[in-house]
């Protein structure tokens, strides 16, 4: 079945890289996506990577993907404080839908 | 102006009674999505329509329905609301592959 999952929490020292795991099982994803949700809004699509690829770099922005072992990493570089908000990967296993983790709540301290 | 409104913003309910939630768009999207987010859940998706005259269950359509009255309007119902159904609701829109999805602002429910 089609799983994604997560880890809940991340907290991190402004100026300091975060990075944000996420492992999905589906290996016949075609794109995998980071959305952001800052508080009190809905989701905001961040950057996307298509499964043949196995990085893409967008400013501050890094992707990371080993489909061998199913696993998506966003690093974000010079945290800051307007990073603050939940993170969550989705893959799309190859349908037309998009299935969400769990999401990840980063919080950016001084 | 945003692209994909949702209303209401916040409703409070009781057991029993029926609630409509809205979703309109502007960015000429054939497809259209509800989910819902729940704490620890991330999201899951209820129902969702490709076009005005196609309409699929997501994960979780139990309790739901849905209506499609126009390629920029997709309305979820809850018939008969009940406390377990209290979260917060989102409607997307996309067009096609890469699925990047754009979201309404949510509806936060509370069903008493």
């Known amino acids: 079945g089609e799983d994604v999952e997560q880890s809940l929490f991340l907290s991190v020292r402004e100026g300091d890289s975060s990075v944000i795991n996420c492992t999905y099982t589906?290996?016949?994803?075609?794109?995998l996506y980071w959305y952001k949700q800052e508080p009190g809004a809905g989701l905001q699509l961040l950057t996307y990577?298509?499964?043949?690829?196995d990085m893409k770099q967008d400013q501050r922005l890094t992707v990371l993907l080993n489909k061998k072992d199913k696993h998506l990493s966003l690093r974000i570089a010079d945290t800051q404080t307007g990073d603050s908000a939940i993170y969550f990967c989705?893959?799309?296993?190859?349908?037309?839908?998009?299935?969400f983790g769990t999401g990840t709540r980063l919080q950016v301290f001084p | 102006d945003a692209d994909v409104t949702q209303t209401p913003r916040n409703r409070i309910t009781k057991t029993g009674k029926r609630i409509m939630l809205e979703c309109s768009q502007t960015?000429?999207?054939?497809?259209m999505y509800w989910y819902r987010q729940d704490p620890g859940l991330g999201l899951r998706l209820i129902y969702y329509?490709?076009?005005?005259?196609?309409?699929n269950k997501g994960e979780i359509s139990d309790g739901y329905s849905v209506s499609r009255q126009a390629q920029a309007k997709f309305s979820l119902s809850l018939e008969s609301a009940i406390p377990n159904q209290t979260a917060l609701y989102f409607c997307?829109?996309?067009?096609?592959?890469?699925?990047?999805?754009?979201f309404g602002p949510g509806t936060r429910l509370t069903v008493l």
């Open positions: 997307a829109t996309s067009s096609s592959h890469p699925d990047t999805q754009y």
């Open positions: 589906d290996s016949s994803s075609t794109y």
């Open positions: 990577i298509f499964s043949n690829m």
């Open positions: 989705a893959e799309d296993g190859n349908t037309d839908k998009l299935i």
């Open positions: 960015k000429g999207h054939d497809r």
């Open positions: 329509s490709f076009d005005v005259k196609d309409i």
